[in-house]
């Protein structure tokens, strides 16, 4: 890959003596002397290629890369097949930038809009946009375009994930809508408390689908009490779990959200992840960000255009719904690519392998007495309690290379199962733990 600087010192000298001027010194003569760097930056010396290679691979070798993982709590690992690195990692992919320019990235356009196309099909929306940074700011993003003039109230699960809840509270914030907490009860959103807060002044009731706990809720219900009191109903979902449960649509959901991670990217250092963002016909021009749509040209060719433009780059800012400024056009062509590599059916037995395995775990675990805490149906996570530390039984599984659940507190655990988890680490995991005193 070439240099960011091209031109040579040839042209550079011309460039200035083009525009009257001798040199850079010359050309920065009335920057005052005193903010001028004097001597050269104190900085270590440059490296050989050996050297620098030396010190990344001592730097990597500080990583601990567990072989086996049964911890989610919104970044899972799931079989990722090769063909998405294939195609993601070519060139003309991997450098590509903002495709401002329809006529020169119509590939690019395609991508995307073949992107939105599948995520409208794994939600049941009708219209998606072109993606956001990561799914904590696709929620705060879908409560800020629920927003009306006489309602800004928002109305959130506390069994969202916590880092969804801080965001949210972030941008309500600085735009001035009010959040309320609806409380848990077993595991799921307290269904009365919810009744009690919905008023004239919800916008939006939110909940996250499987919970955090990674329990079901009763989101049709939930829908329905939004609905009842003139809100919005939005959903955050795992985009696996959508392989075999309801679509947002289908429980009523006015707008669906979630983190793309499990589709195709790796858990790498919590990122690039991908924000995925769709909606009802009726709200599509309060989606964020950008939206590829398809048209045609004067010869009746198929081409795509950034439409519905709703950001601060196009329209005046103080009338711009949202200030997000890109889109992670390369994780959504990740997503892309693995959703057509593995098709409907492989969808659903990623999802269908990954809640049959938790549940197993959970039976398994129960017998030695990491009882699961909750009654309620879950998908592919759950929560144990036992009179055994939280501390010391991760440790335990961890000296064995064995990445355990998340800890909730020092007696709960949250465990995870998805598709890459075999039966012999499972039960591995037990005889571990069945030692753990």
Known sequence: MGKYIPNTEAEQKAMLLESGFSSFDDLFKDVPQEVKLKGELSIPAGLSELEVRRDMSALANKNVVFPVIFRGAGAYRHFIPSIVKSVIGKENFLTSYTPYQAETSQGVLQSIFEYQTMICDLTGMDVSNASVYDGAEAAAEAVAMCRERKRSKALISALMHPDTISTIKTYCHGNGMQVEI??????LTDVEAL???ADAESAVVFIQH???YGNLEDAEKIG?????????????????????LKTPREYGADVAVGDGQPLGLPIAFGGPYLGFMASTDAMKRNLPGRIVGATEDHQGRTGYVL?????EQHIRREKASSNVCSNQALCALAVGVY??????????????????KAHYLAKELEKIGFKPQYKADFFNEFVTESSVSSAKALEALEKEGILGGYPLDDK???WCCTEVNDKASMDRVVEILKEVK
Do not use: Y
């Open 210 to 212: 499987p919970n955090f």
């Open 412 to 414: 709960r655990i949250l």
């Open 182 to 187: 609806i409380p848990e009860k077993d595991g």
């Open 339 to 356: 959703l057509a590599a593995v098709g409907k059916e492989g969808l659903k037995e990623a999802a269908s392998l990954s809640t049959s």
């Open 195 to 197: 009744k009690a807060k």
């Open 307 to 311: 439409t519905l433009q709703a950001r």
């Open 224 to 244: 329905e009490i939004a609905h009842e009191a003139g809100a919005k109903f939005a959903m955050s979902v795992n985009p696996i779990s959508l392989g075999i």
